[in-house]
């Protein structure tokens, strides 16, 4: 089955550094979501992107879909960042989603 | 943002008691997951839907677990005989599709079993 790999595991920035969070998977994915946990356990899609670029504030992703690598740039990060990133990630027909470990950010001010 | 609906928040049970958690999922989604994340932030997916059929599913869900997404009701997971082990968040999310667009989840059901 799909296997997704994140990295680093933990990342502690000063408040305004910038952020890059990588997610390595094992098969071409035709479903690729990024996600941020907050720390009472909701998790919120920041991005479907199985394939190129996109941005929305400060966050952008970028998946090169033939080197089976996403990554999720945040920029000028802030407190509020802190928490819990997840790549997610299936393949072919298989609907079911393949989580990696998650990165840990903590953004100090 | 998700519309996903999931209750109860929390509940605790004491081991052996039956555990039921439900999810209603965003309006027009026929496809319905179940994922269990441990107390060490692993997702461990459990089972999904379209409509009322089961899609896929893992072996522990065949035995003490049971899920279903009767039409008209909200989904539901029930454990029938907790177990310490099965204290975790019980997460529901919900697409469009099978595959290829985004999952939406709700907030989550934490189990706690004691």
């Known amino acids: 089955g799909q296997q997704v790999q994140q990295s680093p595991a933990s990342l502690v920035l000063q408040e305004g550094e910038n952020a890059e969070l990588q997610c390595n998977f094992s098969s071409t994915a035709t479903r690729l979501q990024w996600f941020y946990q907050h720390p009472g356990g909701r998790l919120v899609s920041l991005f479907y992107n199985p394939s190129g670029t996109k941005h929305t504030g400060r966050l952008t992703s970028t998946t090169v879909t033939n080197e089976r690598r996403s990554s999720l740039h945040i920029s000028s990060s802030q407190t509020t960042d802190s928490g819990t990133y997840f790549c997610?990630?299936?393949?072919?027909?298989?609907?079911?989603?393949?989580f990696g470990k998650g990165t840990k950010l903590s953004v100090k001010s | 943002n998700s519309k996903v609906i999931q209750t109860p928040r929390y509940l605790v049970k004491g081991q052996g008691q039956k555990a039921k958690m439900r999810c209603i999922p965003e309006k027009g989604h026929p496809v319905v997951f179940w994922y269990q994340q441990n107390k060490n932030n692993e997702f461990k997916f459990l089972i999904n839907?379209?409509?009322?059929?089961?899609?896929?599913q893992i072996d522990m869900t065949e035995k003490r677990f049971s899920a279903e997404c009767p039409s008209n009701s909200p989904c539901s997971l029930e454990i029938q005989s907790s177990e310490a082990g099965d204290s975790a968040l019980y997460l529901c999310a919900s697409s469009l599709f099978q595959a290829g667009n985004t999952l939406y989840f709700g907030e989550g059901s934490r189990l706690i079993v004691v």
């Open positions: 839907f379209q409509n009322q059929e089961v899609l896929q």
């Open positions: 997610a990630s299936s393949g072919g027909s298989n609907a079911k989603l393949t």
